[in-house]
């Protein structure tokens, strides 16, 4: 990234330098445990849905994209206009602060049949913008799915019969570009 500044400063300034580095020691960590935390509540709160996981573990890649479509772990992000343009029939000048709702995205009724649903035989939640898109494509996509997944494989066979407590209450930590539960309380029975 220096190099790049230092051949076009204009092109990547240091203060954009410092923003990447700055995401790039939390994105990995933090945006990966809530996307497993949120997999594990949504397969958990339908018991049924996690007997289907246990039952046929074919379903996981499945899982793990409709996790990121139906409750994603980052459901907003900020971008900025490079240069003056139309979005909506509304014109926005270069430099427009924009705040992008991600996981509205994932319920559009034109792209998903019936997004209010949670369905593990959705066959395109593979679709959605919870990596973003084109060159904001996420880095470490392949890897958080990849650790989700592995999750996912590791806890049914271990807890084929886990459950949620009943009458937990969850908590969120308030924070905008994240989400996902802070503590979630299960039990192998």
Known sequence: MLEIHEKEPDKLTRKEIVSILYSL??????????????MVRRLLEDPQRWDAVVENPELIARAVDEVLRYDTSVPIWRRATTRSTELGGIELPAGAKLLLWLAAAGRDS????????????????????????????CLGAALGKLEA?????????????????????????????????EALWVTAV
């Open 110 to 137: 034109d792209a998903f049949p019936k997004p209010e649903t949670f369905d593990l035989a959705r066959t395109n939640a593979s679709k959605t913008f919870a990596f973003g898109e084109g060159v904001h494509y």
């Open 25 to 38: 020691t939390f994105a990995g960590h933090e945006t990966t445990n809530y996307l497993i935390g949120n």
């Open 149 to 181: 997944r592995l999750a996912l494989e590791a806890l049914p066979s271990r807890f084929p019969r886990l459950r949620l407590l009943k009458d937990q209450i969850l908590d969120f930590r308030p924070n905008l570009s994240f989400r996902g539960p």
